[in-house]
């Protein structure tokens, strides 16, 4: 599966001359599914390097994690929303890589409530899971779905929270405008979240990182070589 989907993403890669890791799982998925991951891992592989996530309408909001795991930093692009189209995902996910550095490990989509009777949201033949309150101010009541493209989740590709993910002290805060989250249960069948309780996120780090983002562009020779 890997060799299916690797080789675009790859190119795209070496033509950018961004460095990015293989996709972290191999899922024995059929065919259409492992097509459109390979069209998801095409299109993100750039945001490894995060300043080019910043200048496509990326922005750091919250670092997410709870005793059961985490969810990382999540960049999310607003214009994105309610997109099911593989190449356009609603949020990344980062983790701290030291050095004021942070790595690429994930993609989620996000799709806003539209009305009570609203279907769920699928992708990658996987129901979404929600539907849950925004995680910022001003952020929508949403269904969402997380792909762990780039660090393995040892409980699966589309799980929620990835216990090898962990949000930097610095970040811990409690989410108390999360308390009552409705109970959940996601496509991999684990159960969601009945409260936030002990989750840690930070929304201060927006105008930091994207700062020193910009600051890290200047200067910085055409990556496609023009």
């Known amino acids: 599966m890997i ?6 993403a790859l190119t795209l890669v070496a033509a950018l001359a961004v460095p990015a890791s293989a996709p972290a799982h191999a899922t024995g998925l059929n065919p259409a599914v492992e097509q459109q991951l390979g069209e998801a891992y095409a299109a993100t592989a750039r945001y490894g390097y995060t300043p080019f996530a910043t200048a ?3 922005r750091a909001r919250v670092c ?9 930093f999540h960049y999310f692009n607003e214009s ?34 539209t009305g009570k009777n609203m279907k769920r949201p699928r992708l ?64 991999n069948g ?15 780090m927006q105008s930091t990182q994207d700062s020193q983002d910009v600051q890290s562009m200047q200067g910085m020779q055409d990556a496609s070589g023009r």
Request: aromatic share 10%; hydrophobic share 35%; with cysteine.
């Open 56 to 58: 496509d309408g990326y």
């Open 124 to 187: 990658f033949g996987q129901d979404f899971q929600g539907p849950m309150p925004g995680h910022y101010p001003g952020m929508p009541t949403h269904y969402d779905l997380h792909v762990w493209l780039y660090k393995q989740n040892p409980n699966g590709l589309f799980a929620q929270w990835n216990p090898r993910v962990t949000c930097p002290a610095s970040a811990a805060q409690g989410m108390k405008d999360m308390k009552g989250m409705k109970d959940m249960k996601g496509a």
């Open 3 to 8: 060799a299916r989907f690797a080789g675009a």
């Open 64 to 72: 997410l994690a709870r005793a059961q795991g985490g969810m990382g």
């Open 80 to 113: 994105h929303f309610g997109s099911l189209d593989p190449t356009r995902p609603g949020a990344l996910l980062y983790e701290d890589a030291g050095q004021g550095e942070r790595r690429l490990i994930g993609v989620e989509w996000v799709v806003p409530v």
């Open 190 to 204: 684990s159960q969601g979240m009945s409260s936030m309780k002990g989750t840690q996120s930070t929304q201060s």
